[in-house]
């Protein structure tokens, strides 16, 4: 089986510039998760949705940062206009509701380097 | 709230050594679960082990084990006869039963395995 899938795995933008990126769950799996892993923070939560409804985006930093799930096997996370200190390596990841409190599967997560 | 630490910054070790990275952590929950995840050099983070609140049973698998207390609200992670290729980022994870389902990564431990 697939894993989480990010895409693009890295990503250089200039400052002000639009940032989509992308993530595709394991089928099946009904929650998805955005993090953002930087040295000084370590591994944040940004949001996450159940079900395609996001159900808490209260680690979302700021206004410039919106995420979308418009189906079950799709999920964008954008920045705009991104800034320097985004810069940090943003994962994705999904798990199933089924069997309760299953682990998180992670993917390869986006490197992200906003100049 | 809920607070893991892990107070291992960085461990170096030699090739065929045993070595325990610690995890601490703190809940106001009577019902919890933690994890550990590996993140090695590639950067992906990869699910090794899940333990509920209600199992104090220690857990072995090839040369990792698992050592959790919850009288000391540890839960601390063995690799026996340490390999090259354990060489990784090491992040303990704490998921409250009762909360919105919001893990909380301890801030990792980097393990250096020399040859």
């Known amino acids: 089986d697939a894993g989480v899938i990010q895409s693009p795995r890295h990503e250089v933008t200039e400052m002000g510039q639009e940032v989509t990126l992308r993530c595709k769950p394991i089928s099946g799996h009904d929650y998805l998760f955005w993090y953002r892993q930087t040295m000084m923070r370590g591994l944040e939560l940004l949001i996450y949705?159940?079900?395609?409804?996001?159900?808490?985006d209260s680690g979302m930093p700021e206004d410039r940062f919106s995420a979308k799930m418009p189906n079950a096997s799709f999920s964008t996370l954008k920045i705009q206009p991104s800034e320097p200190r985004d810069s940090a390596v943003y994962f994705c990841a999904s798990r199933t509701g089924t069997v309760k409190n299953s682990p998180l599967h992670f993917g390869n997560g986006t490197r992200l380097t906003v100049t | 709230a809920q607070k893991v630490t892990q107070a291992q910054t960085e461990i170096s070790v030699v090739e065929k050594e045993d070595v325990t990275l610690d995890c601490v952590y703190e809940?106001?929950?009577?019902?919890?679960?933690l994890f550990w995840y590996k993140q090695p050099p590639s950067g992906e983070l990869v699910f090794l082990i899940r333990?509920?609140?209600?199992?104090?049973q220690n857990e072995i698998s090839g040369r990792y084990s698992w050592n959790f207390q919850k009288s000391t609200s540890s839960f601390n992670f063995t690799i026996t006869a340490s390999q090259v290729v354990d060489s990784a980022v090491y992040f303990c994870a704490l998921l409250p039963s009762g909360s919105a389902r919001q893990l909380t990564f301890g801030s990792g431990t980097q393990l250096t395995v020399l040859p």
């Open positions: 809940t106001r929950d009577t019902t919890y679960y």
């Open positions: 949705f159940n079900n395609n409804v996001p159900i808490d």
């Open positions: 333990r509920n609140s209600f199992d104090e």
